[in-house]
């Protein structure tokens, strides 16, 4: 694992394959050697899509609506962040556990246990390219390891040069795009038709629930129920702002369109121009809530 720490004055980046990775990325080739089950669940998406989100929901289709088992153990806990490396008790850990696995990932497929695709499923979140941007772009900024303090300007254009973590957001879509069985979940469609987004992916998972069922798991999954949820520590992740209404919240804002505040002219014209030449006919990103 050869790897190269490129430490600008903007984000911190370990540079393999050509491809920018945050430093906590490490050992990946533990993770190709993987055993495999069918019912393993990778979550996968670009950064900022709604990952976070997603996986919790997708823990709860796979584990009978626990609310109670989600509420008590840490959400890393219990969806591993497999970008990490597999060490030696990680890799007894996944042997020995009975339950169904979840595992989350940003790391384009190459990188994840060989043949991910058909021998167990793949989930791939997909957001409008603008707000990933601009929740991306708050993230970096509060996250400790990233030590970015730019601009969005300067944000965005590290987004068009392949600079930000994980590299080039539409080649990474269109490459999950272009593999079969992946399952696609699009951060507008669950906040916006939540009941059909859910239904639809638990079918991919082999469950189904009852209409009352997946209202209740809409409900405990809401941003606002999220929020207060112990489960979720990002202890010393973030920068710790002295004044307290600055303080970073992972779950920022949780909507569509909030990029209209952030993106000029050009720069919104130039996103539609790569939405334009990669997607058109294949994925109707939305950019406005309708
Ligand atoms: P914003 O910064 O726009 O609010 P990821 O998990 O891939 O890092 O994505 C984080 C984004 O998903 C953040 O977007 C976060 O607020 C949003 N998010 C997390 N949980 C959510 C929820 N329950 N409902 C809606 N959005 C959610």
């Known amino acids: 694992f050869k790897e190269e720490l490129v430490e600008g004055n903007e984000l911190k980046f370990k540079k393999f394959d050509n491809i920018f990775l945050p430093g906590l990325v490490r050992n990946l080739s533990s993770i190709k050697s993987l055993e495999l089950r069918p019912d393993d669940t990778f979550v996968v998406g670009y950064p900022k899509s709604g990952t976070t989100w997603v996986e919790e929901i997708v823990w709860l289709l796979q584990n009978n ?9 840490d959400h890393f806990e219990r969806v591993y962040f497999i970008d990490m490396g597999l060490s030696k008790g990680k890799i007894k850990h996944f042997k020995e556990m009975n339950t169904t696995r979840v595992f989350k990932s940003h790391l384009p497929i190459k990188h994840l246990p060989d043949n991910v695709e058909k021998l167990s499923k793949i989930v791939y979140v997909v957001r409008n390219p603008k707000d990933m941007l601009v929740s991306y772009f708050h993230f970096s900024r509060a996250l400790l390891l990233s030590n970015f303090s730019g601009s969005f300007d300067l944000f965005v254009r590290h987004f068009f040069n392949n600079k930000l973590w994980y590299g080039s957001w539409w080649e990474q879509v269109k490459e999950y795009k272009n593999i079969p069985h992946v ?13 059909e987004t859910i239904e639809s992916l638990a079918g991919f998972l082999g469950k189904s ?9 809409i409900n405990f999954t ?4 999220m929020k207060t949820y112990s489960s979720f520590n990002f202890e010393g992740v973030f920068r710790d702002e002295e004044n307290v209404s600055l303080k970073f919240n992972f779950f920022r804002k949780g909507q569509i369109g909030n990029w209209v505040e952030y993106f000029n002219e050009e720069q919104s014209k130039k996103v539609d121009q790569v939405v334009n030449e990669h997607f058109q006919g294949v994925i109707d990103f939305k950019f406005f809530p309708s």
């Open 183 to 195: 399952h696609f979940v699009q951060y507008e469609e669950l906040l916006e038709r939540p009941i």
């Open 65 to 73: 609506l626990d609310f109670q088992k989600s509420l008590k153990e």
């Open 209 to 217: 629930y009852s209409i009352e069922d997946i209202e209740k798991l």
């Open 222 to 225: 809401s941003i606002d129920k």
